[in-house]
């Protein structure tokens, strides 16, 4: 699928965004390992969900369509848990798609069930690393096997009679930190997570609304066996995540104003706003709760004048998965944009440093390749291309930001990825754009 988008004057009216990627998949987990029926409101239904909703049926869960309590249209999920010990062994390979945090979570539930599981994926999934989860995995006494000593897959565990270790992570990751806690539940004494740097907490949120006890200290998360998790019910903000595509393009198209409802303001997420309110961005955050441990509001966005920054050390964790979109605005700021520290982005879905580099460079941008990050040079008109996604869906969707700011169409080639994480976007796009 290609996705063609005509340049837009302005981007005006309210908006809401799909339910955050990432607790969708932590609520399926932890509520499917509860003692229960849970139900789960605004659960992302894109690609990479359904498959961990999927994983987890073959598993013995059962996992419907329903309505939230005190509704009466079924847009919810029904998830009955069976207790962490109710996961049978499934009868078939589980297919995890292009979804990384679901292998990688899932892997950290497997080695702690005794029985046997083989999981694979896409084409991106076989070329994702994974002895970053693998080895610690090890180590607590599962047995794990798969090409090239387990790092990629198809990967085989068999679970089991795990025992507690004290682990420093080599890189600040949610999903190695999340694996590890997952595993921890099921392991003999405490185990002991250190991050060399603070990542996503949805795991620890979650963990603590379903009353689940670890402890926290710095960076290093604490946590021992637990065998029995209450059931509650979960309502998931919307996607920071989705929506920083909206805020960045909001902030680069003059005249607009724009205000995206209902969007998840965990502090480990926001560094997008922090970082579009550096490069001086008029944002406005409005309405600010907590509801299951996760704190959303209302953010107000209108067009304003963006300066290039440095950007490099702790924030990067907190903008990982918004770097491309960024890269997008540093391209429409004045002045020079540098990002550092961000290795991580080579083994995303792509390798967006790459990518970023490449498809930027065909609308016209001057931006240098480094090891780590990249160097933006702003004050770019952009100019109609034809662009590819390289299957990424946070590429898809950056590119497309930059065609709402571009002279002329820009087209995006391979959009079906974006599925993956924001079903309905090119609707969204185009009933906004003006």
């Known amino acids: 699928m290609r996705l ?3 340049p837009s004057k302005k981007l005006t009216g309210e908006i809401g965004v799909p339910g955050d990627k990432s607790i969708s998949h932590r609520a399926i987990m932890t509520a499917s390992l509860s003692d229960g029926e849970c139900y789960i409101k605004n659960l ?15 598993m013995g869960i059962e996992i419907e369509k329903a309505s939230f309590p005190g509704e009466t249209t079924k847009t919810s999920f029904a998830v009955k848990g069976k207790g962490p010990d109710g996961l049978c062994a499934p009868k078939d390979i589980l297919y995890v798609g292009n979804s990384g945090t679901t292998i990688r979570l899932l892997l950290g539930i497997l080695s702690g069930r005794a029985f046997h599981a083989t999981l694979t994926g896409d084409e991106s999934i076989k070329k994702r690393p994974m002895l970053r989860v693998v080895e610690p995995l090890r180590l607590m006494g599962a047995s794990i096997h798969g090409r090239e000593n387990g790092n990629f897959v198809p990967i085989e565990i068999k679970g089991g009679g795990l025992k507690a270790v004290s682990y420093d992570l080599p890189v600040a990751s949610a999903q190695i930190k999340s694996c590890l806690m997952y595993a921890a539940l099921s392991a003999e004494g405490i185990t002991a997570i250190k991050e060399p740097a603070a990542s996503r907490d949805h795991t620890e949120r979650m963990f603590e609304y379903f009353d689940i006890p670890f402890r926290k200290d710095g960076n290093t998360v604490s946590i021992g066996k637990f ?12 996607d920071i995540s989705s929506a920083a595509f909206f805020m960045a393009a909001a902030s680069v198209i003059p005249e607009s104003r724009l205000l995206i409802r209902n969007v998840g303001l965990n502090p480990s997420r926001t560094g997008i706003i922090d970082v579009l309110l550096e490069m001086g ?20 966005i209108k067009s304003g004048k963006l300066n290039g920054i440095e950007l490099s050390g ?20 004045s002045g020079t944009t540098t990002i550092r520290d961000a290795k991580e982005l080579r083994v995303k879905e792509s390798d967006r440093i790459r990518t970023v580099a490449s498809e930027l460079q065909k609308l016209g941008v001057k931006v240098e390749e480094l090891e780590d990050g990249l160097i933006i040079h702003g004050g770019s008109k952009f100019k109609g291309a034809i662009c590819d996604s390289h299957g990424d869906h946070r590429i898809a969707m950056a590119l497309a930001v ?16 974006i599925e993956t994480s924001f079903p309905g976007f090119e609707k969204v796009v185009k009933g906004l754009a003006s």
Do not use: H, M, W, Y
């Open 4 to 6: 063609e988008i005509s």
């Open 227 to 238: 065998s029995s998790i209450r059931a509650k019910n979960l309502d998931i903000p919307g």
């Open 402 to 417: 930059a065609g709402l700011a571009a002279e002329d169409e820009v087209v995006i080639e391979d959009t079906d990825c």
């Open 281 to 300: 961005a008029d944002i406005e955050v409005q309405n600010e709760t907590v509801i299951c441990a996760e704190p959303r509001g209302d953010i107000l």
């Open 44 to 58: 992302l239904g894109s690609e990479d969900c359904l498959r961990t909703v999927e994983c987890f049926r073959a």
């Open 314 to 333: 702790g924030i990067i964790p907190r903008i990982i998965d918004e770097i491309p979109v960024i890269a997008v605005a540093a391209a429409k700021a």
